[in-house]
């Protein structure tokens, strides 16, 4: 089962769980103390919860239980991030030492080094084998620098997790490419867990995710690019981790050489990571994430495009790119350079006019309203096959959410049936077309494309909307365009694409929708009862 699992059904379990977990642990972040306090190197005003991990984390770690084969390497990925996660919450709450933090970052390294048997043993440059001697304590000081690489990152909302989730994507382009499922199950359900912090997170971020989910996205994206290289293609470059490990390894080390060279603390925090330097030179939060966002997408798509290169070109392209950012950072900072102010564009003067038109604003959400309940309807009712599994599930949702709508009460329950019910109806409506004959999955098409947009202008532009997707457009954008790419390698993936792009939209749909109305007996609710017993009564009969 673990290995012919479809990635994507992992990570659209990951999505809604990270979603559900993290407004569970908000409500606990005050008596846990879990609160980020401003300070002067910090770029918030009020406290904000640093829970965000929990969804990430939890997100990520509970599809790969359920759905992956528990060997030796994957119990050391789980346990390692359950130890990073059980040290960070530590931190996020207490302060704890970078002593502390190292020995739980010591503990997570050595358990994939010494008992998953994870560890580099091709180096670039080398034509030779490096022994264990050496490969091994070399693999756990390399993991302990990544996981402090992203942990030192996150320091703008959205920006740690976004450059993260990019270089996932190229590990599991690669893993795909070599036929490897571990690579491409854990990278999914990682960009999953991120997925669903990132709605809380956008820019001005409701949560972030703090110690416990930066030092795991930093062990995660250390573990899978050791993983990809040395073990599931040993055929591209060994240097390829230079580019998917990327800026946060050149951030650090710049910083870290600051530090030293004005004798300062090297555990200290300080204002001169590179997001910092940005915003120093006038850019705004969203340019400078974008700016990131664009230089780590460059990064990884050379990992991609130069995978078979030799060595030297990779070091090369690694650091034509890190050393035209900081030459160029510098070079501002020397001069006084700074970004010169500019007035109101007609675009955004138009985007002006929309938003204060109340009838303009409640287009959008009103197209939501409609679509979203209609495919989840037209999803059940014209798939040409559900299978009993899904029959059963849904029953029991059904279930669930009947006893709540006559409680009157909103629960997680009632939330996790709409996502179950979304996600159900995208992956049985195209892994189970209709007949031929009937033109519903061209009309689904051009519905999906309508309820794209009308998402996109509900959240930017909605008065009092819950959440935002300003620098994540630019993410959704780059992982459109991945798995475009992703999806001309076979029918099958083409497949798997579009389940997966049909899931997101309609899961960031029902948070429109669950943002804006109040009452248990609104459309979606009645939709998702009316689609869960569809799909038990076809499913068991």
């Known amino acids: 089962m673990a290995d012919s699992m479809n990635p994507f059904f992992l990570l659209v379990i990951a999505v809604p769980a990270s979603m559900l977990i993290i407004p569970f642990a908000w409500k606990l972040a005050p008596r846990l103390g879990m609160l980020d306090k401003p300070d ?72 994939v080094v010494y008992y998953g048997d994870l560890y580099v043993s091709n180096f670039p440059f080398f034509g030779q084998v490096i022994p264990p001697e050496i490969g091994k304590p070399f693999t756990v000081f390399a993991l302990m620098g990544m996981i402090n690489a992203i942990n030192h990152s996150d320091g703008l909302d959205g920006l740690a997790g976004g450059e993260t989730m990019l270089s996932l994507i190229a590990i599991a382009y690669l893993g795909y490419g070599a036929g490897n499922a571990t690579t491409v199950l854990i990278a999914f359900a990682a960009i999953g867990g991120i997925l669903g912090f990132l709605r809380y997170n956008t820019h001005p971020a409701q949560v972030f995710m703090g110690d416990a989910g930066s030092q795991f996205l930093g062990f995660t994206l250390g573990f899978l690019a050791v993983y990809v290289t040395q073990v599931a293609h040993t055929a591209v470059s ?40 940005l915003l120093d030179l006038g850019f705004d939060h969203y340019e400078t994430v974008v700016i990131i966002y664009s230089v780590q997408a460059a990064l990884v798509t050379l990992a991609v495009l130069l995978r078979y290169q030799a060595d030297w070109l990779v070091t090369a392209a690694y650091f034509t790119v890190v050393l035209s950012l900081f030459i160029g950072l510098t070079i501002a900072e020397q001069t006084g350079w700074k970004k010169a102010a500019i007035g109101e564009s007609a675009i955004a003067h138009l985007v002006s006019r929309f938003t204060r038109d109340d009838s303009a604003r409640g287009i959008p959400l009103l197209t939501i309203s409609v679509i979203l309940p209609l495919f989840m309807l ?7 096959s559900v299978p009993r599994d899904f029959g059963v599930v849904s029953g029991v949702l059904a279930l669930m959410i009947a ?20 996600v159900f109806a995208s992956y049985l409506f195209i892994k189970f077309p209709p007949p ?3 033109p519903v999955q061209h009309i689904s098409m051009a519905l999906m494309v309508v309820l794209a947009v009308a998402i996109s202008l509900f959240v930017r532009y909605s008065s009092g909307a819950k959440f935002g997707t300003t620098p994540t457009d630019y993410l959704i954008a780059f992982g459109v365009l991945a798995l475009v790419v992703f999806g001309g390698i076979d029918v099958k993936a083409r497949e798997t694409v ?24 609104h459309l979606l609710n009645i939709a998702t009862l009316t689609c869960l017993v569809t799909l038990a009564v076809r499913g068991l009969t």
């Open 40 to 111: 002067p190197r910090k770029v918030h005003t009020t406290p904000i919860p640093r829970i965000g991990g929990w969804g990430i984390v939890l997100g990520t770690l509970l599809p790969i239980v359920i759905a992956m084969k528990l060997d030796p390497l994957v119990q050391s990925f789980v346990i390692g991030g359950l130890t990073l996660f059980l040290y960070g919450m530590w931190d996020d709450a207490k302060q704890i030492s970078h002593w502390a933090k190292f020995s739980g970052q010591l503990f997570a390294a050595g358990i």
């Open 238 to 277: 060994p240097a390829l981790p230079l580019l998917f490990l990327g800026l946060p390894i050149s951030d650090i080390i710049v910083v870290l050489f600051k530090r030293i060279k004005g004798k300062m603390n090297w555990f200290l925090a300080t204002r001169n990571h590179v997001h910092h330097r």
């Open 378 to 384: 037209t999803g059940s009712a014209f798939a040409s």
């Open 403 to 422: 006893v709540e709508m006559l409680r009157n009460r909103d629960s997680v329950a009632m939330r996790l049936g709409m996502y179950v019910a979304a």
């Open 436 to 438: 031929v004959d009937l």
């Open 498 to 521: 579009q389940i997966i792009m049909y899931s997101v939209i309609l899961l960031y749909a029902c948070e429109a929708i669950l943002g804006r109305y109040a009452g248990r007996w």
